[in-house]
């Protein structure tokens, strides 16, 4: 098994996260799958951006779910690299049409964990049915409720459970609500015994943010899955040397 190299919300490292042009440079830059984020808009329309807030990213402030789709798609959040120019945040359907020709895995993190979407994750699985793409899709989340509401609405898709706090036990829990990974911090891997236990509980292990070359070396040697990081070259070229 080879370590696949997933963007982090896109190729992050050279392009405006979460946009369609990190997602397109993702894909030239070879990577095997993509991360993103999804949240919903004042009128109920599913798009890709990490905050709650637009504070970080664009020209404006204030919530992602306190703006009409029609209001995102006006602001520019190209300015996080320096001489990029102009993006736009995309509808996750953009997303998914951008990426259905190039066979590339996408992790949809559902950001359900601040503020709880009534309908985001119904609204999701019947996009990804849809569009004929369940069998490329992977749903994770800090809000593991979410994740396993959708596991229980498309039984096929396969889900993840995102972790940032030290939890007991994490993959027995992992095992026992019936998720096919766990997704840990990268700063997770100071437990030296969490990728066997994850192995023996029959888990795939999916490690985020990853971008030292250093860290991903280790993480290939060590068996993982997937490395999620900003820089889909550095990955591909540390996985493919090994």
Known sequence: MKTEVWAHRGASGYAPENTIEAFRMAAQLNADGVELDVQLTKDGELVVIHDETVDRVSDRVGYVKDYTLEELKKMDVGNPIPGFGTARIPTLKEVLEELRPTGMKINIECKTGIFFYSGLEEKMVKLVED?????????????????????????????????????????????????????PALYHMQDENLITKCKENGLEVHVWTVNEKNDMKKLCQAGVEAIITNFPDNARNVVDSL
């Open 131 to 183: 569009m004929k793409m369940t069998d490329r899709i992977w749903c994770s989340s800090f809000n593991h409720e979410s994740v396993l509401k959708v596991k229980q609405l498309c039984p096929a898709m396969k889900t993840g459970f995102l972790i940032a706090d030290v939890i007991v036990d994490v993959a027995a829990y992992s095992k026992r609500c019936g998720v096919d990974a766990l997704h």
